[in-house]
């Protein structure tokens, strides 16, 4: 499977942690569909360069209008927190209301759709480059939900190769990415110490691999041509459907229930865990919101239960199944598993997308 790979270099004067010391806050389950873009509409995890534009935006199915604030922190390597003053990286304030919303339209649930874009009228901008948290609370100031992002600057060039496994073992299973850093006319003094590298898969920080130390150097360009250590399993395309008309079994859709809510069941699946690779381009685990016949989908969309079932199969043991994407910023946990159902011999679940 050709997944996205993204390669960041960092250049830091500390000594290295234990990576992901801060972790992120989990929404809660009336905070939905928050969506995180620098730019460029590919990136699903933002990493702009310094001076780009950030927006985020999310929906809060309460529909009560509720007030929303937001904070801006600044991050080491490790996500350990830097000792950068707030003034030192971030040019105006934080901690302010976020203004930007509106409330649903001719849609079954109500919700309340917010828009936060930096910079702006309080929040000019960013002043340096590095990992930044965005932690967002309510009207009392507690912690609602919390998000990653990154600040790049073009400092050196960057070449990347992605390779099949050299491991027989994984040469159909595991894909491996090398790379090459020329520093060109900037002097990297003891790059083994002060160069760190994070390299991702489709945007997805948590299985991120970090730290890769040059294997050598030819002249300013420093050489990563690992096998095992920079591989990844490449997997199959994830399964997907398309719910931009609610009232239509479109694409992965079995059929359709209008209740409360729109009830959507999806096809019954079968586990392609040990199935050759099935090319079916896909958009590598990330969601986007589409509603025809609307003038503005952000607020006109609906909320449809969805409903996943996944033919049971011997081999999982005692392992677990999941619901797994950029739609939860890829975090497993109970609302994500699918439970045995005897009656159907399947694996379900349901979640309420928009």
């Not at 960057?158 to 299973?173: A, Q, T, W, Y």
């Not at 040059?214 to 420093?222: I, K, V």
């Not at 079932?309 to 199944?321: P, T, V």
């Amino acid at each position: 499977m050709f997944q996205k790979f993204l390669l960041s270099i960092f250049f830091s004067f500390f000594i290295l942690s234990t990576f992901g010391q801060v972790t992120e806050k989990i929404e809660p389950y009336y905070i939905r569909t928050i969506q995180f873009k620098g730019n460029t509409a590919q990136s699903q995890l933002p990493i702009i360069r310094l001076g780009e534009t950030l927006q985020l935006s999310f929906d809060d199915i309460n529909g009560n209008e509720e007030d929303y604030y937001y904070k801006i922190t600044h991050h080491n390597f490790d996500w350990s927190e830097s000792d950068l003053s707030k003034g030192e990286y971030l040019d105006g304030f934080d901690d302010v209301r976020i203004e930007t919303y509106e409330n649903s339209l001719n849609s079954l649930q109500l919700y309340s759709h917010y828009t936060l874009t930096i910079p702006n009228r309080e929040t000019r901008g960013l002043k340096k480059s590095g990992n930044y948290m965005i932690s967002f609370y309510n009207y009392d100031g507690i912690l609602v939900f919390t998000r990653k992002f990154m600040v790049v600057e073009n400092v050196v060039n960057i070449g990347v190769e992605i390779k099949r496994s050299r491991n027989l073992n994984f040469i159909d299973s595991k894909q491996n990415v090398q790379f090459t850093i020329n520093s060109g006319e900037n002097l990297l003094i003891n790059p083994n110490e002060n160069l760190k590298t994070l390299v991702l898969q489709n945007s997805n920080i948590k299985t991120a691999i970090t730290d890769l130390k040059p294997q050598y150097t030819l002249g300013s360009e420093l050489i990563y041509r690992y096998d095992q250590e920079s591989s990844f399993w490449a997997g199959n395309e994830y399964q997907n459907f398309d719910s931009k008309e609610a009232r239509v079994a479109s694409n992965g859709i079995r059929y359709i229930e209008l209740n409360d809510l729109f009830d959507h069941y999806l096809n019954t699946r079968l586990s392609r865990a040990e199935r050759p690779y099935t090319y079916y381009p896909d958009i590598n685990g990330n969601f986007v919101v589409r509603a025809l016949y609307t003038d503005n989908q952000n607020i006109e969309a609906e909320y449809i239960r969805t409903h996943f079932a996944l033919k049971y199969y011997e081999d999982i043991g005692d392992k677990e199944i999941h619901i797994y994407g950029n739609f939860n910023n890829w975090t497993i946990d109970e609302s994500t598993y699918m439970r045995y159902d005897e009656e159907t011999d399947t694996f379900r679940n349901t979640r309420l997308f928009k």
